[in-house]
């Protein structure tokens, strides 16, 4: 295969990624705003994070979402002053802090958790199981590379 064809294919994939991240991104700030829920997408996936890993700090938030630290603070602290989150010093390192959902937060996921599912369905509904896990797949890949 010549190199510039070469070349091609992986620009046409670098971009494919990247305007499918983005697209999706937009579809969930769309559906949060329609739904009069004040989050974007980046902080459903911190609230996400949280509710899953209770007690998770915010350096393992940001090597998970792959995001630097600094971005995933401002993030936080949008999230706490929403009342979404608390933190919580670490009692076996006192520099270290934990995050945890509030009650508000929980019932925030609870709320997302029932659309979140559909909304997912509907924008990958033209693509069969089999392939979302062969994309997953070859990314997991790439990711592994790296």
Not at 84 to 96: A, S
């Amino acid at each position: 295969m010549p190199k510039s064809r070469k070349t091609n294919i992986y620009k046409s994939l670098f971009l494919s990624i990247e305007k499918s991240r983005k697209l999706i991104k937009e579809r969930f700030n769309h559906i949060f705003l329609r739904s009069d829920i004040n989050i974007t997408f980046d902080q459903w996936l911190i609230l996400v994070e949280i509710s899953e890993s209770r007690g998770t700090n915010q350096k393992s938030i940001a090597a998970y979402l792959c995001k630097e630290v600094a971005s995933i603070s401002r993030i936080l602290d949008k999230l706490q002053n929403k009342n979404l989150i608390i933190r919580k010093p670490n009692p076996e390192n006192q520099r270290e802090i934990n995050l945890f959902l509030t009650h508000e937060g929980l019932e925030l996921i609870e709320k997302i958790e029932g659309f979140d599912s559909r909304e997912i369905k509907t924008l990958f509904s033209s693509i069969y199981e089999q392939e979302l896990n062969l994309i997953v797949d070859v990314l997991k890949r790439v990711n592994d590379k790296t």
